[in-house]
Structure formats: C-alpha cells, structure tokens
C-alpha cells in the first residue's frame, strides 16, 4: 500500500474580482457521500449565491468529479479539481461559492478567480502523508521501563502514553516494517522478558 497526501482539516480562502467573491472552502472526504455532505452543507448556508462549484478526488476507485454549477463549461469545476490535483491530494473535496458582483469576467477571468479560491483554501487546510503503520505493543517490568522507551524514541516511533500497573505497557505507532530490527532488539537486551505485540497494518498520518 502506497503513501498519500490528503487534508487533516478544513481551510477556507477568498477572493475577489471585479466585486465578485469566491469562497473557497477545502475539507477531508473519502467517500461520495462524504463530499456531497460537505457540498449540501456549503449550499446550505450559502443560499443567496450565485453559484457553488465544486470538486473532488477520492483515493478508492481514483474517482473524481467537478461541477461548473450553471458557469460555463471548464471554467470553474474543472479548475477546482485542477487546484487539487496540483496539491497532490486526494481524499478531499473543494467547494467554491460565488457572489455576482455584477460585471461578467469572462473565460479568463472565471478559470483565475475558481483557481485562486480553490488554491487558497487548500493553502488553509492542514495536510498530511497517510502511511501503513503498525501499534507495537511493548510489556516490561518496571526496572526495563526507560530503557525499552529510549529504545523506542530513539526508532523514531511516535509514543502514545504508557499505562502503569503491575508491569508498564508501552504503545507506539511507527511506519510497517521498521518494527522487524527492532523487535529482536526488544527481546535481545530484554532477555526475553518484554512481551511484544504488533497490530495489523493501518493508515494514519505519521
């Protein structure tokens, strides 16, 4: 499974031309259903616009999809969806309302004005890299505590927080497959006595 970009919140960007406002608003979205939700609820709160153009990129079936929203043909919707795809995203939806402002902008104008919005909103939103990652689950006694979490720290894992009882547990999450040399070196300086787990392959943004 391969790394990928997506968006980790939501963003918002403006501008302005001519009078007329685009608002641009860029939101995680890995389904269909998802994006449109994120459409409905923009057109909701937008009612009085003139229009709200849409796109999105969804990583499952490498599906995509614009609207031009009642503007004229590639000169909105499509690019929105260039916007993000020059951001390297996927898994995101850009939905941009216009407010007429009264004077017509023309081809060029509208592909500059739908281009800007949609890039300033994803310039907003924070972004990550998605990568397979495992949970490694380490059980120590006491005395092997701050040692087994330096050996950890020092692998790059990223620490969750321990939990105290009779014995520590440990658990981190690190890219799959970095956890194949360190686990012998768990059990090497360990002498056996760390019971390790290791979760099945998850993405998150590490």
């Known amino acids: 499974m391969e790394d990928y970009r997506t968006l980790l919140g939501q963003g918002t960007g403006e501008y302005e031309e001519k009078h007329s406002r685009f608002i641009g608003l860029a939101q995680f979205a ?6 449109l939700a994120v459409l409905n609820s923009v057109r909701a709160g937008n009612r009085t616009a003139r229009h709200n153009v849409y796109a999105y990129v969804l990583r499952e079936g490498n599906r995509t999809r614009y609207s031009d929203d009642g ?6 919707g499509l690019p929105v969806l260039e916007a993000i795809r020059h951001a390297g995203l996927t898994d995101c939806v850009v939905v941009v309302t216009r407010y007429f402002g009264g004077i017509l902008l023309g081809t060029g104008g509208l592909v500059r004005a739908y281009t800007q919005a949609a890039k300033l909103a994803l310039e907003a939103a924070p972004s ?14 006491y005395p092997l505590y701050e040692r087994a979490d330096l050996l950890l720290r020092t692998a790059g894992a990223h620490m969750e927080e321990p939990e105290f009882t009779h014995q520590v547990t440990l658990r981190c999450v690190l890219p799959q497959g970095e956890e194949a ?11 056996g006595a760390a ?4 979760s099945p392959g998850f993405y998150t943004a590490f």
Not at 71 to 76: L, N
Not at 132 to 138: G, I, K
Not at 195 to 198: C, K, P, Q, R, S
């Open 30 to 35: 890995d389904t269909e259903e998802k994006a």
């Open 71 to 76: 503007e004229p043909a590639k000169t909105a």
């Open 128 to 141: 990550g890299t998605m990568r397979v990652c495992v949970r490694l689950t380490v059980t120590v006694e």
């Open 181 to 191: 040399p360190l686990i012998p070196k768990l059990q090497e300086w360990s002498r």
């Open 195 to 198: 019971a390790i787990e290791v």
